[in-house]
Nanobody, 114 residues
Framework: QVHLVESGGGLVQAGGSLRLSCAAS????????MRWYRQAPGKQREVVAT???????NYADSVKGRFTVSRDNAEKTMYLQMNSLKPEDTGVYYC????????WGQGTQVTVSS
């Protein structure tokens, strides 16, 4: 079955960096579009970054120029490099893929202090 496990979250000061990882299993990772979502307290979950099987990337306007999504198909892992973090980046970050249904990891908490 599809299994997604996020890691790498934590507490960081504004201006700092974090790298999130999403380890995938149970499906053909190399041909799957993958996404990072986040959910801030009291807000809806929103897509942050997308990477296609071919490596095309797309970002939410709020993170363009600061976040970089990448993937390692051999390791079946997706990454999110987050630089110049802001307090408004605080939230739970989720890994996602859609294969006839949405699949989510358990999430990893990112907290950016001002």
């Amino acid at each position: 079955q599809v299994h997604l496990v996020e890691s790498g979250g934590g507490l960081v000061q504004a201006g700092g960096s974090l790298r999130l990882s999403c380890a995938a299993s149970g499906f053909m990772f190399s041909i799957s579009t993958m996404r990072w979502y986040r959910q801030a307290p009291g807000k809806q979950r929103e897509v942050v970054a997308t990477i296609t099987a071919g490596g095309t990337t797309n970002y939410a306007d709020s993170v363009k120029g600061r976040f970089t999504v990448s993937r390692d198909n051999a390791e079946k892992t997706m990454y999110l490099q987050m630089n110049s973090l802001k307090p408004e980046d605080t939230g739970v970050y989720y890994c996602n893929t859609y294969i006839a249904a949405n699949y989510w990891g358990q999430g990893t908490q990112v907290t950016v202090s001002s």
